[in-house]
């Protein structure tokens, strides 16, 4: 299943209620997951937040599958981080965002041109190095 489809059907489940977090159907053990919140306008919020992540096929689109999964499971980590620092700052959280999604391309971009094989250690690297 692509990185993409993974989240939307969690996005779907969510919706449904169908199940508490996305960390319920994750195949990767230990990846960076959103947590359901008590906060139910935050739960937006982290949703909507999240499902503009999963629209955005240039975020993901010179990836193989598993270095897209990697990509969008840290952005979420991270968009889910800056949505709960922001807190009652819709505008802060939005600007914050929109830096992570041109961050998201940028190494969707660089890390494209790289070899099948080498994608995910290289997204890794680039993170790992810029202290992310």
């Known amino acids: 299943m692509s990185p993409v489809r993974f989240w939307q059907k969690i996005t779907r489940c969510l919706r449904k209620g169908e199940v508490s977090s996305p960390a319920e159907m994750s195949p990767a053990a230990g990846a960076p997951l959103v947590e359901p919140s008590r906060n139910g306008a935050l739960d937006e919020v982290l949703q909507s937040t999240v499902e503009r ?3 955005d096929e240039a975020l993901t689109a010179d990836l193989v599958d598993p270095a897209a999964r990697y990509l969008l499971d840290w952005g979420i980590a991270r968009a889910t981080a800056i949505v709960r620092e922001a ?3 819709p505008a802060e959280a939005q600007a914050r965002l929109a830096a992570l999604r041109q961050q998201m391309r940028a190494l969707a971009r660089r890390v494209g ?9 290289a997204l890794q690297k680039l993170l790992t190095e810029e202290g992310q």
């Not at 041109?113 to 250690?121: C, F, G, K, M, S």
């Open 53 to 55: 992540l999963l629209e």
């Open 87 to 89: 807190g009652a700052s």
């Open 113 to 121: 041109e790289l070899l099948p094989d080498e994608q995910v250690a």
